[in-house]
């Protein structure tokens, strides 16, 4: 049971001059801003072709089945800590309240550097998609990197406006994607699947998850999930938090990974269980890696959806940034709030939206994707492929250390004393995590497409990032004494 003493320790809520705009979220609208920044037409075009073409090829639904079960073992813990502890902070907070202020400080650098890198790998793929797609249809040529920019102003004027028209924004978009893609599976389904038939057996056996390389096939499937835990930064938006924070976990949670088993199910029996690995790997070696996903998607439904699908992709990227945006301008306003970076980064607009925090993080996102644009490297394969490993890098420990700061926090705090929520699932999602982490780590080449030296530096750019943080804990608390 809580205790008025203990709760209120740990949320510990600031003043009303400082707080984001409270009630303005229901379950539906977290959830169009966790499924928005995991971009699932992105996730499915950009993942399950090097999946299938490098993983356990027709056993690569079963690697999503195994992530959503992991995921959803972390977020046991997750959401039961949620209930004690609200805060735009979310990973930050939570590991604070664990682990120390120290470590938690420490986490704040790596998740905030880890929504920066994904939001500007998105952009980076945005813009060539973009480019591409003006050029075909106004002639007009334009580099990658000009509608990066211009998206980056719509993006922060969105921000500015309040969180509730980015809602309504993702909501459109979100929608469109999943739409076409489901009526792709279920039209795939209803006609038995592709000329293999469904293939069930041949895609969720255990021989077939277990084939080929299924560590690879994990990594891609636990990084399709990267974004769910967004719904703990907008608690203090949400309308009654200590419930709609855990509805809207569990929904997004159960809703992607449902979404990726069935869609990656209906690609593999699609274009059929024996020809699946040829195909991917034909697209990936084309160069157009999301021929493996828009071939049959056109098939089955017209080939209107050849046009449709790269708008489609487009839109799904906007919603990624704009999503990312809200999350890292949260994080910088959260610890401009506790005072770790200065105060002024904890000013509100008359819509109670971070607005400083905001066009800090809009600086960011222009000064990381800058080298780029001034180099001339290649948006996709360097700009999104390295920035995007290195994030969900990054994110994979932040799911670890959580997972570890669930269990110290109910075993000091005792406010809740159910041994599932408190203990064994949170354990449960710290061995998933490391495994996870550790096989991130094994194939981190792979993931970013680069090579050795490049996934080296890179990869060591994390624990970094989190001693930066760790030594500003420690300055701030040495000012504080």
């Known amino acids: 049971m809580d205790t008025p003493a203990t709760t209120a320790a740990a949320t510990a809520e600031p003043p009303a001059a400082r707080r984001l705009k409270p009630n303005a979220l229901g379950v539906l609208g977290i959830l169009f801003f966790v499924l928005s920044a995991q971009a699932p037409l992105t996730g499915i075009a950009g993942a399950v072709p090097i999946a299938v073409a490098l993983g356990n090829g027709p056993g690569v639904p079963a690697a999503y089945l195994a992530s959503g079960l992991l995921i959803l073992l972390f977020s046991v813990g997750f959401v039961a800590m949620g209930r004690h502890v609200v805060d735009a902070g ?4 939570y590991i604070g309240k664990g682990l120390g202020r120290t470590a938690g400080t420490g986490s704040a650098a790596v998740a905030l550097f880890a929504y920066c890198a994904i939001q500007a790998a998105m952009y980076g793929l945005y813009g060539a998609i973009v480019s591409g797609l003006v050029d075909q249809y106004t002639g007009l040529a334009a580099p990658w990197w000009v509608w990066s920019l211009v998206t980056i ?27 076409i893609l489901l009526v792709f599976g279920l039209v795939t389904l209803v006609k038995g699947g592709g000329p293999e038939g469904l293939g069930l057996a041949e895609t969720f056996s255990p021989s077939a998850a277990l084939s080929g390389a299924p560590g690879v096939a994990l990594m891609f499937a636990v990084a399709s999930m990267f974004g769910f835990e967004a719904t703990a930064i907008y608690g203090e938006e949400a309308r009654d ?4 924070v855990p509805r809207a976990t569990y929904l997004s949670v159960l809703v992607v990974s449902a979404f990726f088993v069935f869609i990656s199910w209906m690609l593999v ?8 690995v040829a195909a991917a790997g034909q697209a990936l070696e084309s160069g157009d890696s999301a021929a493996f996903v828009f071939a049959p998607v056109a098939a089955q439904l017209g080939a209107w959806a050849n046009e449709v699908l790269p708008i489609l992709l487009a839109t799904s990227l906007f919603a990624g940034v704009l999503a990312f945006h809200n999350s890292a301008s949260r994080y910088l ?38 080298p780029f644009a ?9 700009l999104f492929s390295w920035f995007s490993g290195v994030a969900v890098l990054a ?15 109910f075993r000091r705090e005792r406010v809740d004393t ?22 991130i780590l094994a194939n981190f080449p792979t993931l970013i497409g680069g090579s050795t030296a490049t996934a080296i530096w890179l990869a060591c750019g994390v624990p970094v990032v989190m001693l930066l943080g760790v030594l500003a804990a420690m300055r701030t608390r040495g000012r504080a004494a």
Not at 153 to 179: C, D, N, R, T, Y
Not at 374 to 382: F, R, S
């Open 153 to 179: 102003a719509i993006v922060q004027g969105l921000g500015q406006a309040g969180i509730e028209l980015g809602a309504k924004v993702l909501a459109i978009f979100v929608l469109a994607e999943f739409s």
């Open 395 to 409: 994110m994979m420990l932040m799911y670890l250390l959580t997972s570890v700061s669930v269990i110290a926090f």
């Open 333 to 370: 306003f959260s610890l401009g709030r506790d005072g770790v970076l200065p105060r002024r980064l904890a000013s509100l607009n008359r819509r109670h939206a971070p607005w400083l925090a905001g066009s800090t993080q809009t600086i960011i996102a222009v000064l990381l994707i800058l």
């Open 90 to 93: 979310a990973f930050y907070v």
């Open 418 to 439: 159910r041994p599932w929520h408190t203990l064994i699932a949170p354990a449960l999602g710290a061995l998933g995590m490391g495994g996870a982490l550790w096989l």
């Open 241 to 244: 938090p200590r419930r709609t």
């Open 374 to 382: 001034v180099t001339g490297g290649d948006p996709v394969l360097t």
């Open 269 to 276: 029996s699609a274009h059929g269980s024996s020809k699946a």
